[in-house]
Antibody, heavy 122, light 111 residues
Framework: EVHLAESGGGLVQPGGSLRLSCAAS????????MNWVRQAPGKGLQWLSI????????YYADSVKGRFTISRDNSKKTLYLQMSSLRVEDTAIYYC???????????????WGNGTTVTVSS | QFVLTQPPSVSGAPGQRVTISCTGS?????????VHWYQQLPGTAPKLLIY???SRPSGVPDRFSGSKSATSASLAISGLQAEDEADYYC???????????FGGGTKLTVL
């Protein structure tokens, strides 16, 4: 069974840093691009970042560019999100999401983790 | 604020058919980028419902269907059931953002 399990969320002060992890199982991890998507309390979904299967290419939403870094360790089947300069508005549930599709611009998100909660507050 | 616009809410009685629209522009749906739909039940993670405009993953009932025309897409749900009460999101690639965009979401209430 395909499964994604996020960890690493918690309470952090504004300006602080946090690293999220996502352990993947049940599929050939290095064959698929992976995303991070977040959902602020009571709000909709926001795509944050994607990394190709090899890890050679990464892309970010403007709202996190320069502050967040996506990476992966294919030998450990693990996806990461390093978050720095955190702001109150970064408070959200962060989902690890598997991408699927024939071309990158037609990617859909076929498997979602249960999410990990990040709270940025003083 | 959102490049993909959805109505905040829709409602219908059990057994009825409802549609949820997703209006985009020439930088996303109008460029023929695929539209995908997700269902988020209360307190759970989103789940893929429709991909590539019209395709259903295995396990999704055929009561759910997708369509696309010009710069808009729609999700139709027929034979409404109480368990369909959820938030629904459309998603597509946007060339002006150089990234993937979600609509603002639509809350479906089954009366």
């Amino acid at each position: 069974e395909v499964h994604l399990a996020e960890s690493g969320g918690g309470l952090v002060q504004p300006g602080g840093s946090l690293r999220l992890s996502c352990a993947a199982s049940g599929f050939t991890f290095n064959n698929y691009a992976m995303n991070w998507v977040r959902q602020a309390p009571g709000k909709g979904l926001q795509w944050l970042s994607i990394i190709t299967g090899s890890g050679g290419n990464t892309y970010y939403a403007d709202s996190v560019k320069g502050r967040f870094t996506i990476s992966r360790d294919n030998s450990k089947k693990t996806l990461y999100l390093q978050m720095s300069s955190l702001r109150v508005e970064d408070t959200a549930i962060y989902y690890c999401v598997k991408a699927r599709g024939m071309t990158y611009y037609n990617y859909h998100m076929d498997v979602w983790g249960n999410g990990t909660t990040v709270t940025v507050s003083s | 604020q959102f490049v993909l616009t959805q109505p905040p809410s829709v409602s219908g009685a059990p057994g009825q058919r409802v549609t949820i629209s997703c209006t985009g522009s020439n930088s996303n749906i109008g460029t023929n980028y695929a539209v995908h739909w997700y269902q988020q039940l209360p307190g759970t993670a989103p789940k893929l419902l429709i991909y590539d405009d019209i395709s259903r993953p295995s396990g999704v009932p055929d009561r759910f269907s997708g369509s696309k025309s010009a710069t808009s897409a729609s999700l139709a749900i027929s034979g409404l059931q109480a368990e369909d009460e959820a938030d629904y999101y459309c998603q597509s690639y946007d060339s002006s953002l150089s990234g993937w965009a979600f609509g603002g979401g639509t809350k479906l209430t089954v009366l």
